[in-house]
């Protein structure tokens, strides 16, 4: 049957796409709990990229969803169907191994063709896709060679031609992009982006790597010790982080945290370490001498006479912008300019958050407080 | 002798003697350091080997060097139809008892490489085989397969299978059939734990990337496992063949050779022939006979089961 959709599809006919839902799913190693139960909502044809700090179970979940790792509690669904005691082959899904896992004895074309062989495939079909997803990766030239003799991106590349080839109905792709140098992960980064606007296939992306997610994702799923932290399109969590996890995971140079307590005493304000006056435009009710963490990311500073004094650290000019590390009353700060100040280490700036653009969280939980 | 040197140097420092420009010469050096191993090979190898082709040609006996008589020792062997009868005998055993170790111990090596409960000891305990002295495990199969006190003649029969002890070593095709089983016993740990190495080598994501590609088990082993495994496989056939081939202290201990010459090998024979009978030619001869099998069996596996293309780089040697 999948063989049928995978044709109509092709054909540019109906539309099979499935949602994925992950309901309350958690995964134990032995007694270890690695994944405490996680929701997450996928929509047809929608791009999720699992991100988080290594070891937080990303990786395990996309596996559970691929059907290599058992589901101890919850459930899965893709499109209709649970999954939970589907085998892999059944699930319709395609995966991106980090390492590539090209078929070292066979050829560029047949590890693409692969799939499509073992599930009988008239050879003309398997041609034809193979050609296709060749076509769409720029891997005509290479068809005939073994993986040895590929760069590594092209590897990466035939790893999603034999994605491709399959017409599944997700992809799921683990940190497919860390084994290549910089440069081409840039370059990898917007291919496979284009790929799926072309595809429009759903696609599940893991990566440890928060610029990947902010500029693939259409949707971020932020884990943390095998919990979700937040879910939200990647201008949302970068203007609204829900708690200092994602505030810190978000951005980069990563936000700025000042602790310190709340001033209601008729103007809203915030008190740092010595004294030093950060300006608020909300905070929740009753509020006065409460604990606080005050977040700026540091493209939010700007020069302005009544700003905090800081002391100029570190200079690091990029070229585009120039980055500051200084210290506001003993505590260390990055700021970010797109002007080209002259500074030097040891002058002394006034530095001053732009206030409809700070966050504030809780001391004590690490949940956002102001709006 | 340093001052000369940089004295030297001074002088001429284009123009560097013969001598001196073979003191950094790689290929000169490369020699030198070869030097070593290759006495090794020669005093400890092609010597032997030399010796027993020379004396092949000779009618040496023991106690008196011979006179070289050409082909004589040969064309004796080629009408001798003991000679004929070990010739197949170690064909059949060597063909049965490799394609029996191959078949098990991959099966084996298949076995252990699964997450196996006590996999240390499992594996251990496939190893014991092989660590026990020859001799030692021959004397237990000579017990095993006695004709009186046969523990498995004497489990059959109290199972009520048979009636009378079998005579596993005195009738011509079961001492064959009993020496062969034994050289597997003894033959596949080797097989098994070199391939269980190769089979760690695969990476477990190829595993799962052929599950999720639709592959089930026996597709897994077919397309990438024993594609895979292939060269492991090609070396350890072609030791556990030559070994097989030249196979003596099984035979020796468990038959000497017969009933009837029924188990003699060309090994034993050799032996027989030379040390016994104190034919030192003729024995020779029959040893160099083996040569021409022994490279046969390298050959195929050379060029057989060579390196395969996807195994090296177009670009690289
Ligand atoms: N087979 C296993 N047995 C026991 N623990 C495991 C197993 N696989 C993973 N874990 C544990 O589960 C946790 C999550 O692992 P996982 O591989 O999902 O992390 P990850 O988020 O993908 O990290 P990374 O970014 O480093 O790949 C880790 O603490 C890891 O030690
Ligand atoms: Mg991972």
Redesign the pocket.
Known sequence: MPNNKGKCRLAGGEDWMASVAIRDVRKA??A?G?IHGVDVSIRDGEFVVLV?P????????LRMIAGLENITSGEIRIGERVVNNMPPKERDVAMVFQNYALYPHMTVANNMAFSMKLRGAPQSEIDARVKRAADILGLDPYLQRFPRQLSGGQRQRVAMGRAIVRDPQVFLFD?PLSNLDAKLRVQMRTEIKELHQRLKTTTIY?T?DQIEAMTMADKIVVMHDGLVEQIGAPLELYDKPQNIFVAGFIGSPAMNFIKGTLRANGKLEFEGPGGTKFPLTSAPKASNGRAAVYGVRPEHFHIDDDGAEAVIQVVEPTGSEIQVAAKIAGQEIIAVFRERHQFKPGDKIRLKPDPRLVHLFDEATGQRLNA | MTDATLNNIKLAPREATTWQRLQVNRNWLGLWFMLPAAAFLILFLAYPLGLGVWISFTDARIGRGGDFVGLENYEWLWDDTVFWLSVFNTLLYTIVASAFKFAVGLYLALLLNQNLPFKAILRAVVLIPFIVPTVLSAIAFWWLFDSQFSIISWTLKKAGLISTNIDFLGDVWNARWSVIFANIWRGVPFVAITLLAGLQTVSPTLYEAATIDGANKWQIFRHVTYPLLTPIIAVVMTFSVLFTFTDFQLIWVLTRGGPVNATQLMATLSYQRAILGGHLGEGAAISTAMIPFLLAAILISWFGLQRRKWQQGENND
């Open positions: 190693f032995g270890t690695v988080g290594s070891g937080c179970g990303k990786s395990t979940l940190e893991v440890h």
